[in-house]
């Protein structure tokens, strides 16, 4: 609960011995930030009737609470196992060690934990803030692999150094006053990189408004909310769909994080509408198991394997705030993954009000149809089954930083068998995989649809002819390749052109797919499967390289527990390397995954029909 003048609230707070009440007012409850309520507050209630709390008590969660500080112990117990870096070692990348800083001050501060005032912990963490102070360039800033005295990833290191800092300010020990004097330092040299440096990315602004939100609060200076509310006159982007810019899942979490730091420190809570609502995006977004649908991202994660658990602090903090039960329900949902690392020790001391129990038990009905017509994608639940269409990657498809390029148009999953995606390639010009121009929903119908153009060229002009033949290198017309042939002036010819229809109808979670491929005729066309690693197929013919060939009829994709069924099959060719553009086999690249893959093939003019379900 911050304001503009950056003041924050104590954490540090009594052993639970040393409590006597049982009921306290939120400023109190504010103070008594740092988890020694484990154990002692099962049932006591905590007061709060001003600022965002929305519940006129609060609980605590101490079994979450007992959970976070052994974790954080044992996190510890490795550290010092470890030992400190080298400080003879120059390092490329400073968040690890930003996080150690982190994970120790929580320990060494923290009455309940068994590293409460250790001597050794604070050892570790004075060399440790000696290597971050000799990482630092004298503008503040420090590296982050590639990226050179980098002020936005210095600002992702200073989310970790800050909470530490947090932490420690009100510990008297002794042994810390050094340790404390060294990360003011490195804080406020940063500060001065917050200030005045540039950004790489629309997430960026916000990383580091946020870092300047977290220093302003330690040591308050309007230099940094005056840098503040140069970046928020920018506007914020968040479109109909509930997405920013960048429309990823890994940023998402990253910008949510950051408005909730500005909303609590800087008494901005307008900031949270904008984070509601791209939760609420995210919590169609995620599969039953935790899994996070990437596909539509502009950034690296649109082919990566991510979990909603980088979404936990912010799910949870709206939760408490909102009561929205299905924040409430992706609490519950995060907590009990596999990778819910129940590292937050620090993130809970410095904002308390995680801290509280979540009382709401959501009812969730796993049946629902949401259609995100800006970014063309579509999501499916209906029980166990869980269904994704897209449609909506950036024309041209270029393969760069930014932009949306993955090609997976459905993905189906039902319990445990998961169909990862379904592709589809032509061997039209070697232009690759299909790239729908949208998506457009009819009815119960949604239809992908594109068309990809091939060139040739007549001879150039007189006018524009050169004795030397050196013309200017120039992309072609059709944007497949670069020669010096002044495409420019050429007047295209002999245009072959290809049109790809896709319907898709869901009906109770079974689909019926319908592809129509027109165009020159003896073209490949490759539809692509691949499931989940480990899967068994029934029904399809096994070829080189694994690969599964749906000749006729249908196949089961079984796990065992649950099972896909698709067809029918065609397989007219077994062409399938190479389904990539030239973008790709170019420099010997692919973006083909691992998983079972299963292939129905044929040619132009190609219209089949099948259904998954």
């Given at each position: 609960?911050?304001?503009n003048?950056g003041k924050?609230?104590?954490?540090?707070?009594?052993s639970?011995?040393?409590?006597?009440?049982?009921t306290f007012?939120?400023?109190?409850?504010?103070?008594?930030g740092?988890?020694?309520?484990?154990?002692?507050?099962?049932?006591?209630?905590?007061?709060?009737n001003d600022?965002?709390f929305?519940?006129?008590?609060?609980?605590?969660d101490?079994?979450?609470?007992?959970?976070?500080l052994?974790?954080n112990?044992a996190?510890?117990?490795v550290?010092?196992?470890?030992?400190?870096?080298?400080?003879?070692?120059?390092?490329?990348?400073?968040?690890?060690?930003a996080g150690?800083?982190?994970?120790?001050s929580a320990?060494?501060s923290?009455?309940?934990?068994q590293?409460?005032?250790?001597?050794?912990?604070?050892?570790?963490?004075?060399?440790?803030?000696?290597?971050l102070?000799?990482g630092?360039?004298?503008d503040?800033?420090?590296?982050?692999?590639?990226?050179?005295?980098?002020?936005?990833d210095?600002?992702?290191?200073?989310?970790?150094v800050c909470?530490?800092?947090?932490?420690?300010k009100?510990?008297?020990?002794k042994?810390?006053?050094?340790?404390?004097?060294?990360?003011?330092?490195f804080i406020q040299?940063a500060g001065?990189?917050?200030?005045?440096?540039?950004?790489?990315?629309?997430n960026?602004?916000w990383?580091?408004s946020?870092a300047?939100?977290?220093?302003?609060?330690?040591?308050?200076?309007?230099?940094y909310?005056n840098?503040?509310?140069?970046?928020?006159?920018e506007?914020i982007?968040?479109?109909?769909?509930?997405h920013?810019?960048e429309r990823?899942g890994?940023?998402?979490a990253?910008?949510?994080?950051?408005?909730?730091?500005?909303?609590?420190?800087?008494n901005?809570p307008e900031l949270?509408?904008?984070?509601?609502?791209?939760?609420?995006?995210?919590?169609?977004y995620t599969e039953?198991?935790?899994?996070?649908?990437t596909?539509d991202?502009k950034?690296?994660?649109q082919?990566?394997?991510?979990?909603?658990s980088k979404?936990y602090?912010?799910?949870?903090y709206?939760?408490?705030?909102?009561?929205?039960?299905?924040?409430?329900?992706?609490v519950?949902?995060?907590e009990?993954?596999?990778?819910?690392?129940?590292?937050?020790?620090?993130e809970?001391?410095?904002?308390?009000?995680?801290?509280?129990?979540?009382?709401?038990?959501?009812?969730i009905?796993?049946?629902?149809?949401?259609?995100f017509a800006v970014?063309?994608?579509?999501r499916?639940?209906?029980?166990?089954?869980?269904?994704t269409?897209?449609?909506?990657?950036?024309?041209?498809?270029?393969i760069?930083?930014?932009?949306?390029?993955?090609?997976?148009?459905?993905?189906?999953r039902?319990g445990?068998?998961?169909?990862?995606y379904?592709?589809?390639?032509s061997?039209?010009f070697?232009m690759?995989?299909?790239?729908?121009?949208g998506?457009?929903?009819?009815?119960?119908?949604y239809?992908?649809?594109?068309?990809k153009?091939?060139?040739y060229?007549q001879?150039?002009?007189?006018?524009?002819?050169?004795?030397?033949?050196d013309?200017?290198?120039?992309?072609?017309?059709?944007?497949r390749?670069?020669?010096?042939?002044d495409?420019e002036h050429r007047?295209?010819s002999?245009?072959?052109?290809?049109?790809?229809?896709?319907?898709i109808?869901?009906?109770n979670?079974?689909l019926?797919?319908d592809?129509?491929?027109?165009?020159?005729?003896?073209?490949?066309?490759?539809?692509?499967?691949?499931?989940?690693e480990?899967?068994?197929?029934?029904?399809?013919t096994?070829g080189?390289?694994?690969?599964?060939?749906?000749?006729?009829?249908?196949?089961?994709?079984?796990?065992?527990?649950?099972?896909?069924d698709?067809?029918?099959g065609?397989?007219?060719h077994?062409?399938?390397n190479?389904?990539?553009?030239?973008?790709?086999?170019?420099?010997q690249?692919t973006?083909?995954?691992?998983?079972v893959?299963m292939?129905?093939t044929?040619?132009?003019?190609?219209?089949h029909?099948?259904?998954?379900?």
């Amino acid at each position: 609960m911050g304001d503009n003048s950056g003041k924050q609230t104590v954490f540090i707070v009594k052993s639970v011995k040393e409590i006597s009440m049982n009921t306290f007012s939120r400023s109190e409850f504010l103070k008594l930030g740092s988890l020694s309520l484990l154990g002692a507050l099962v049932s006591d209630s905590v007061f709060a009737n001003d600022g965002f709390f929305s519940a006129a008590a609060v609980k605590i969660d101490t079994d979450l609470m007992k959970k976070l500080l052994l974790n954080n112990d044992a996190k510890v117990k490795v550290l010092l196992q470890k030992g400190p870096l080298d400080s003879g070692v120059r390092l490329s990348n400073f968040r690890s060690l930003a996080g150690a800083i982190a994970t120790m001050s929580a320990a060494v501060s923290h009455p309940e934990s068994q590293f409460y005032k250790s001597a050794e912990v604070a050892d570790y963490l004075n060399q440790s803030a000696a290597i971050l102070l000799k990482g630092q360039y004298p503008d503040g800033t420090v590296d982050a692999g590639g990226n050179r005295q980098s002020p936005p990833d210095t600002a992702f290191v200073l989310e970790s150094v800050c909470a530490a800092a947090t932490v420690l300010k009100e510990n008297k020990q002794k042994n810390l006053i050094d340790i404390t004097s060294k990360l003011k330092t490195f804080i406020q040299n940063a500060g001065e990189a917050m200030i005045t440096g540039g950004v790489h990315t629309p997430n960026h602004r916000w990383v580091v408004s946020a870092a300047l939100a977290n220093i302003n609060a330690l040591y308050p200076d309007v230099r940094y909310i005056n840098r503040i509310n140069q970046w928020l006159a920018e506007g914020i982007y968040l479109n109909q769909d509930g997405h920013y810019s960048e429309r990823s899942g890994v940023y998402s979490a990253v910008i949510d994080k950051a408005f909730i730091t500005m909303a609590r420190l800087l008494n901005k809570p307008e900031l949270l509408d904008i984070v509601q609502k791209n939760l609420t995006t995210y919590y169609y977004y995620t599969e039953p198991n935790g899994d996070l649908v990437t596909v539509d991202s502009k950034r690296q994660d649109q082919f990566m394997n991510i979990t909603v658990s980088k979404f936990y602090l912010q799910y949870r903090y709206m939760a408490i705030h909102t009561q929205n039960p299905k924040f409430a329900y992706m609490v519950n949902l995060i907590e009990n993954i596999p990778d819910f690392e129940q590292d937050a020790l620090v993130e809970f001391m410095t904002n308390p009000e995680l801290q509280q129990a979540i009382l709401l038990k959501p009812k969730i009905k796993n049946d629902f149809e949401e259609f995100f017509a800006v970014s063309n994608l579509a999501r499916i639940r209906r029980g166990n089954t869980s269904i994704t269409l897209f449609g909506g990657n950036d024309k041209p498809v270029l393969i760069v930083s930014g932009r949306s390029s993955n090609p997976n148009f459905l993905m189906y999953r039902k319990g445990d068998a998961i169909l990862k995606y379904m592709r589809m390639s032509s061997s039209f010009f070697r232009m690759g995989y299909f790239s729908s121009d949208g998506i457009e929903k009819v009815g119960n119908k949604y239809i992908l649809r594109e068309t990809k153009q091939g060139d040739y060229y007549q001879p150039l002009a007189p006018e524009f002819q050169k004795a030397d033949g050196d013309y200017q290198l120039s992309e072609s017309k059709d944007g497949r390749f670069w020669n010096k042939m002044d495409f420019e002036h050429r007047v295209a010819s002999n245009v072959k052109k290809q049109t790809t229809v896709i319907e898709i109808e869901e009906n109770n979670g079974s689909l019926n797919l319908d592809f129509k491929v027109d165009g020159p005729p003896n073209v490949e066309i490759t539809i692509e499967m691949c499931f989940k690693e480990g899967i068994q197929i029934e029904g399809a013919t096994l070829g080189e390289k694994g690969n599964y060939f749906l000749k006729s009829g249908f196949a089961k994709a079984n796990t065992g527990t649950e099972t896909i069924d698709i067809g029918p099959g065609l397989v007219e060719h077994q062409n399938v390397n190479n389904l990539d553009s030239e973008e790709y086999t170019y420099h010997q690249g692919t973006l083909r995954t691992d998983g079972v893959h299963m292939y129905i093939t044929g040619f132009t003019p190609f219209h089949h029909k099948m259904t998954i379900g």
